[in-house]
């Protein structure tokens, strides 16, 4: 499984956001701009192959399923006889049969196809059944006009009501083909034209070839059923044309919005109260990355704008190995805010957990350190994170190294300075997730501090090497309770492996009061760094393990219902 620097798209990386206002607005300072690019050239071309092809697949099923039928039925007997089908005709319907098969099972397969593979596959799908109906549709004429020569002269009436009821029938099922085609396969303008032309004059050319070589037809079909099927034409190709036009314009606008600046967006991967994630890659360097956006109408509320300056201001700041990179920041025209920052291919620490359980001690004290790296770094510039919990930190492979902390999303960090410029949490506002929060954060006057962070972190080191949080309840409200005044089980109770030494370190960050703590998260780097287990997992192990990717079962949903959002 692939992860970018952030992804919120489970209810436990969902955060608490009571009351936030700001005075700082992002509308007043000079940021970057950047336009949107047009797509076109490869990028549009890939993706109309995988467009295409989808498609492809269920016109070839639409298209078989029918076929498979009637030769089902006769093969069975059910069908007292087929107008039209000569022997030739037969003969050709099951190669039309075996080819639609064939090119069935060739969508559906693994295999790569190009474009012009995929456009001779639809020149099949399409083509073939065409020139079926035409010597079919020839057939039935023929056989009307037969009927002519024989049989008594009053049912010359009704005669004639059957080859008008055959010519309607025509112009019906050569209309819903090209509508079909017009409205269901992407093409250019020029090139459906052509294609769709062809299709809507093969009928009126089968009636013109059959009038000419039937005479008798002639006092049925002409004029007045002739040009009713000329008029049911051009009306079904003028509206396949137009829809097809009109469908090729939103399908290039469509792509030309996930553009943006610089980066061409792929896939989205995340969204939350921040915003939205995708997976993106730079046009020139062909780099991937994560991008973060705030659309226009997120971009309205100045809170989310502020705490979007903060994040990418926060992390911008940072260059510790440990810590998410940011690459690029601005803003696009049409107002939407965004910043670009590493892609992290790997698991979040709770996808780790949640798939293979508790993880071994010396893993997890492994991680634990390089997180505390990020964090001496983050508190000696001033900044505090506020919503340190495993969703947010990523176990990823960097430069053929496994097992790579790194902690994301510092979208509710704070520093000393920032909180002395703006206030955007006001008197009674909290925002993080309740699972992992100190306890003095619940309180009123409650400011998060470095001491709060090495709270969070104790309450993490609680989940890796334990299975659940230190505290869980069915509502965030209790699970706040919980963290204030109830006293977490000790860890060794739950995992008896665990040594007692790193039993104690956890126990002591989830200390009630601050000063009970570690005094900083060197100390407790420290700390960590004296387990008996502390250098014990190596690259062989990580790289083992990343290699088999154990499933198991995930939380309890009452873990899952108590990280719900309060809004």
């Known amino acids: 499984m692939e992860r970018a620097a952030e992804d919120s798209r489970s209810l436990p990386d969902e955060t608490i956001d009571l009351l936030v206002e700001s005075s700082s607005s992002l509308t007043d300072i000079e940021r970057p701009r950047v336009e949107l690019v047009a797509g076109s050239g490869p990028e549009l071309a890939t993706e109309v192959v ?17 076929m498979v039928y009637f030769t089902l039925r006769r093969w069975l007997g059910w069908s007292a006889g087929e107008g039209g089908y000569n022997d030739i005709l037969i003969a050709y319907r099951y190669f039309v049969l075996l080819v639609f098969v064939l090119v069935t099972a060739a969508l559906w397969s693994p295999i790569s196809l190009s474009l012009s593979e995929l456009r001779a596959i639809e020149l099949a799908l399409f083509g073939l059944p065409c020139v079926l109906m035409v010597f079919l549709h020839h057939a039935l004429l023929q056989e009307a006009a037969a009927k002519f020569q024989i049989g008594p002269p009053e049912l010359t009436a009704a005669r004639e009501d059957h080859v008008r009821l055959v010519l309607r029938t025509l112009a019906l099922m ?9 409205t269901f396969i992407p093409t250019s303008l020029r090139r459906g034209a052509a294609v769709m032309g062809a299709m809507a004059l093969a009928p009126l050319a089968v009636v013109a070839w059959a ?9 049925s079909v002409f004029p007045d059923e002739f040009l009713t099927m000329v008029a049911t034409m051009a009306v079904g190709y003028a509206t396949a044309l137009y829809g097809s036009y009109k469908i090729g314009i939103l399908r290039r606008e469509a792509f030309e919005a996930r553009q943006l600046g ?3 967006l792929t896939e989205r991967i995340g969204a939350g109260g921040m915003g939205e994630v995708f997976l993106a890659e730079h046009q020139m360097l062909k780099r991937p990355c994560a991008i973060k956006l705030i659309r226009p109408g997120q971009a309205a509320d100045t809170r989310s ?19 998410v990179e940011i690459f690029d920041y601005g803003r696009a025209d049409d107002g939407t805010f965004y910043y670009a920052m590493e892609y992290l291919p790997g698991l979040s620490l709770q996808e780790v957990v949640e798939r293979q359980g508790p993880l071994q001690p010396e893993r997890a004290v492994h991680l634990l350190r390089q997180v505390c790296g990020a964090l001496i770094e983050a508190h000696a510039a001033g900044i505090v994170h506020r919503d340190i919990k495993p969703s947010n930190i990523i176990a990823s492979q960097r430069g053929g190294v496994y097992d790579v902390a790194k902690l994301v999303d510092f979208g509710l960090a704070t520093s000393a300075e920032e909180s002395r410029e703006i206030k955007l949490t006001q008197e009674g506002a909290i925002a993080g997730s309740p699972l992992y929060m100190a306890p003095e954060r619940f309180l009123e006057d409650g400011e998060p501090s470095p001491s709060s962070d090495i709270y969070s972190l104790g309450a993490v080191a609680y989940y890796l090497i334990t299975g659940q949080p230190p505290f869980r309840g069915e509502t965030p409200v209790k699970v706040m309770i919980a963290h204030a005044r109830e006293l977490a089980v000790p860890p060794r109770q739950l995992n008896p492996n665990l040594e007692e030494a790193l039993e104690r ?4 960050c989830l200390a009630k009061e601050p000063d009970q703590r570690f005094a900083d998260v060197r100390e407790l780097e420290s700390a960590l760094g004296a387990c008996r287990c502390a250098n014990r997992w190596s690259q062989e192990l990580a790289a083992r393990w990343w290699t088999t990717r154990p499933e198991s079962p995930t ?5 899952r219902l108590a990280e719900a959002t309060i809004a």
Request: glycine share 4%; proline share 3%.
């Open 50 to 66: 995988g467009l295409l092809r989808a498609r492809l697949r269920v016109a070839a099923i639409v298209f078989l399923a029918p």
């Open 174 to 182: 050569w209309f819903a083909v090209v509508l079909i085609y017009g």
């Open 211 to 219: 009038l000419v070589e039937f005479p008798t037809l002639r006092h």
């Open 262 to 264: 610089q980066y061409r």
């Open 305 to 323: 704008l502020a705490r979007f300056e903060r994040e990418v201001r926060a992390i911008a700041r940072l260059s510790h190995w440990n810590s």
């Open 505 to 508: 370190i956890v126990l002591r």
């Open 555 to 559: 939380l309890d949903t009452s873990d």
